[in-house]
């Protein structure tokens, strides 16, 4: 483990976790039930090591069926893991709810000064400060990531809230109107905006001069052909942000060369903890290892989370950053419950979209996997629709079919099957990008 990087700082955290778990077992029946049920006596929650040792206590499941049954019992579904009174929950905030009911991420006013100070902490990482000018370029609404808006207003950001659902057009219109030095989005809909922009002003999108592009959602700034597509484009520096709804803060250095995420938030959270994303058991921390991402809110009052399978899967990387800031950083490489097993090979669906990225010219770099049946395991070939550029030639769909076949094969040995479709054909999500379609998927 390498929970020795800042003595002074774990054995602050140690200290939080065990208010936490009293604080948790005194406030809610359900945490009192969790510990009792899986035999865990807090008292005896000496050492970080031994919390770590403890099995998985959460997952997305698990919320949502806590949800469900405050709906029932106590007319709200903000779940029955809620400690803090229901009075004193100030904020509420929401996940798209893309595959079902929303999770709510409910802060108390404690809860939010926590969520604020992480938030400053990536945000001044990044070189923003007082009288810069942030064009807004995700989704508006109650999602969880418009809880940054008030505290960039805190800080003295000038925020244009536009949003990614007003339209390319209108946040290009709003960009030359205010000048904003930064621009904040998921890839996704920057790699729409490279392509639309020209369209739209018979300019680059590097000529709207913003100096900073920060990022969040989705995997995307941290793949190399992704990465490299927003840098050239937009000539500024990537940030790629992960995190701070969930008590513990993470964001990429400005290099061009991808060095992880920086790991800015040990003092809020326990996240040092992986577990094998097929068998669930816990991993060993090493440089280069990669998990399922498990989590643990130790400074939490409205509706913690103890022993939380993010479904993230990610790789740590201990050695210093080249960037020469030390200290642990980690990269997302996709979702546990994306992961697809073809012929006993696993694929996320990043990996895809990197290669995908690569033919730029020809594609848009927009994709969907269709499935048949419930994931992981898929039968050959692999079902993927590809959009493609606004300037490729139709007569040449035949080559290019071929040849992003055999580059997948060859990189991730697996067979494909590959349908063109034109630009313009998928939807461009303001939120996370849902990459695989399980629309053919017969309950």
Not at 279 to 285: D, F, K
Not at 333 to 340: E, F, I, P, S
Request: hydrophobic letters at 35%.
């Amino acid at each position: 483990m390498f929970n020795n990087f800042n003595k002074q700082i774990n054995e602050k955290r140690l200290l939080d976790l065990q208010n936490q778990l009293q604080y948790c077992k005194n406030s809610s029946n359900y945490f009192k039930n969790i510990f009792e049920n899986n035999n865990i006596s807090i008292d005896k929650i000496d050492s970080l090591e031994k919390w770590l040792k403890l099995p998985v206590l959460m997952d997305k499941k698990k919320v949502r069926d806590c949800q469900d049954e405050s709906l029932r019992l106590s007319n709200h579904a903000f779940g029955s893991h809620l400690c803090a009174p229901l009075e004193n929950v100030a904020y509420v905030y929401s996940t798209s709810g893309t595959t079902g009911n929303p999770s709510f991420y409910c802060f108390t006013k404690k809860d939010f000064k926590v969520h604020s100070e992480l938030v400053r902490r990536v945000m001044k990482f990044t070189g923003l400060k007082k009288g810069d000018s942030i064009m807004w370029g995700f989704g508006l609404g109650n999602f969880v990531a418009t809880s940054l808006l008030p505290i960039l207003a805190e800080m003295g950001i000038r925020v244009i809230p536009v949003g990614a659902e007003a339209g390319t057009e209108r946040l290009i219109q709003y960009t030359k109107l205010t000048r904003p030095n930064t621009l904040i989005g998921t890839p996704s809909f920057l790699k729409y905006m490279i392509d639309k922009v020209p369209n739209i002003t018979n300019k680059k999108v590097s000529d709207l001069g913003f100096r900073r592009i920060i990022t969040g959602g989705e995997p995307g700034a941290g793949l190399p052909d992704i990465r490299n597509q927003l840098l050239n484009a937009f000539d500024a520096p990537i940030y790629d942000l992960y995190g701070p709804a969930n008590q513990f803060a993470n964001i990429s250095c400005g290099t061009d060369d991808y060095q992880g995420m920086h790991v800015l938030g040990s003092d809020c959270g326990i996240w040092e903890d992986l577990i094998d994303p097929v068998t669930n058991e816990p991993l060993e921390i090493y440089d280069g290892v990669i998990g399922n991402m498990v989590i643990t809110e130790i400074k939490k009052e409205a509706t913690p989370y103890l022993k939380y399978a993010m479904n993230d899967i990610i790789q740590v990387f201990l050695e210093d950053c080249e960037c020469g800031i030390s200290g642990p950083r980690i990269k997302v490489l996709g979702r546990a419950d994306d992961m697809l097993i073809v012929k006993g090979v696993n694929i996320y669906p990043s990996a895809l979209q990197n290669i995908i990225s690569k033919y730029s010219e020809e594609l848009s770099g927009a994709l969907k996997i269709h499935l048949d049946r419930e994931p992981p395991l898929v039968t050959p070939p692999l079902r993927i629709t590809v959009e493609l550029s606004e300037k490729f030639k139709e007569k040449e769909h035949e080559r290019i079919i071929d040849k992003i076949q055999e580059n997948i094969k060859n990189i991730l040995s697996v067979k494909v099957q590959i349908c063109l479709v034109p630009f313009g054909s998928f939807e461009r999500s303001v939120r996370k990008t849902v990459l695989i379609d399980r629309d053919d998927i017969i309950n």
